[in-house]
């Protein structure tokens, strides 16, 4: 705190900059000038920067509980769930996280695009930026699948199925992405080395392409100002946008924090590939293209999910090398900026014609409120745990209790397990019934043996009539199953 | 060095307002990650702070077979444990016995000296360690070897003519019975 403009060093200071070379390190990334000043427009990219690491953080958390395999995913982010301790808090704050960069890379490349900052040698930066918002769609979608429940089963089925259009190589890329023909185990392994390690690299590199490329530019500075040669006086990064930065930064979590609190994101029940009800929505960022997608089937499928897609993507991409011009300002610059506004507008409407279609079609309506329902019972049920695969088999405790032994024959005899699996374990044709016994009383069972619910009964269950002494063991039978 | 010096001219006249305002961010950032990290800490420490107690009762078998006991008899319960999001369930050796007011009883077959497998050896009457040779009453009662205590008894209870018993593991080495998570 000397008053000649150089802070003086502490011992320690001093020694470590001899060796880091921090000081300098630091100062020329604080001192970055930028012509026409701080300004709120430009925070967003230091918001995506600090959602990335928040991203990372929760999810370093969450794979502390999480087994990345068809068996125990949805156990393990059920567990986190409903009994880690602020477990479904940090869960919402890596889910909605998700939505939150979507949001914040719209923001961050709308203002870029407006104010023509990707002009005057800036190709790369914007390239790479590109890249990085596959990638950030990458991790949305890869992240999607990993608690395995319905809609994460069936929307990445139908995700991976898209894959399969593309001509020649479509059927052998979606294989590879799915470790084989079906959604399986694979899968979730193969999605869950994507989401952590393999795009989380990828997103590492090309941030620093992006940000090196971008200070080797220079800031653009406001829509009027020379790209090249900036006229306008520079203020440094220091202090003024810095603290706008942080503020915006603060901003996000705290938002977040309230959602995630208020609103925490559920889970729905175990994915069931035998279910053939199930209707998928993707997450609200991919509702257009979803809807998009809808409008092309048979021959000019190639058109639409290929070629036209190639085009936007390529003129995306692209756009610093079509559009060599200098002048930044949006309104001198109709056709680019009415392209781009055009795009948006488009797929803002293709997810409002998606949504307003769902509610038009009763039968939809009904099918996605059933599905809202089961999530609801799914998440207000008590955490079950799984039972290991090395304990004593649940046939052999049924044995060991007279009456669920005789029940088990009356099991077999009435060809319950036809259906149900031998030990109740389910088959395709119908649900396992191990654990029933935890999720209903006696009465219950009996109650639903006797008239099935309209749910059971439009799955092939028939009612199920016997007598006193021919009821009770089976229950018990049943409620051994564990 | 002389590039520098215009632009920290430049940006701010006062030094002292400056590094005034730079601990303020720093205080700042860290009380906001300090908040951020309760949430945190609170998930990781999850499994050492609740730790499940519920204790679950195991069948043993029907009263009326050990009505007419007259040596210890072994018996396999099955207990479940939780293993942070799974549930285990495996087989643990128990003996059932009569006290000396004939009461039945439920013996651990866990030595409490260094945790072997205790068997009651028919010819002798007793209960004897192979791993040091402790050896026990048929009631569990120590009567010489190494073990500082007796065996452990379990807690007990009869429903619907059913004997039912807690299964726990108990600290070894130890002259009093004391329960281990």
Known sequence: MSADGKESKSGFRAWLDHRTGLDSLLRHTLDEPIPGGAKIAYVFGSGLLFLFL??????????????????HAHTTVAYITKEVTGGSFLRSIHAYGSSAIIIVLLLHMTQTFLYGSYKGRRELVWVAGCVLLALMLGMAFTGYLLPWDQKAFFATTVGTNILSEIPWVGNGLKELLRGGTEMGTLTVSRFFVLHVFVIPACIFAFVAIHVYSFRKAGAAGPATEDPVSPKLPA??????????????????????????????????????????????????????????????HGSTALLGILVIPGIVGLLLVGLPFFDRSLERRPWKRPISVGLFTIVLLGLAALGVSSYRQDMRNPGVAAQLRAQQEATKEFMNAKFEPELSGSSLSAQNVALSNPEAAKGKEIFEAQSCNACHGDNGVGTAAAPKLVGVGAKYDAARIAALLNTPSAKMTAGGMPPVQLKDDEMKPLIAYLQSLN | MPQVEPVTQKQSGDPNRRSFLAGLLAAGSATVGALLAIPLVRFTLHPVLARTTDKSWSDVGKVDEFQNLDAP????????????????????????????QGQLIVLSAVCTHLGCSVPFVEKERRFICPCHLGNFAPDGTLLSGPPPRSMDRLETKIEDGTLKTQYQFFRQLTHTKEELA
């Open chain 1, 54 to 71: 928040s991203q990372i953080v929760t999810g370093v958390f969450l794979a502390m509980y999480y087994v990345p395999s068809a068996d």
């Open chain 1, 235 to 296: 203020e440094t990064f220091y202090p003024k946008q810095l603290v706008m930065d942080m503020g915006f930064a603060t901003l996000i979590i705290v938002l977040l924090g309230l959602v995630a609190y208020f609103w925490p994101m559920d889970l729905g029940p175990r994915a069931d590939p035998a279910d053939t009800q199930f209707m998928p929505r993707p997450e609200w960022y991919y509702v257009p293209v979803f809807q998009y997608l809808k409008y092309w």
């Open chain 2, 73 to 100: 008899v072994k018996k396999l319960v099955t207990i479940e444990q939780r293993d942070g999001w799974r549930r285990t369930m495996t087989e643990k050796p128990v003996y059932v016995s009569k006290d000396a």
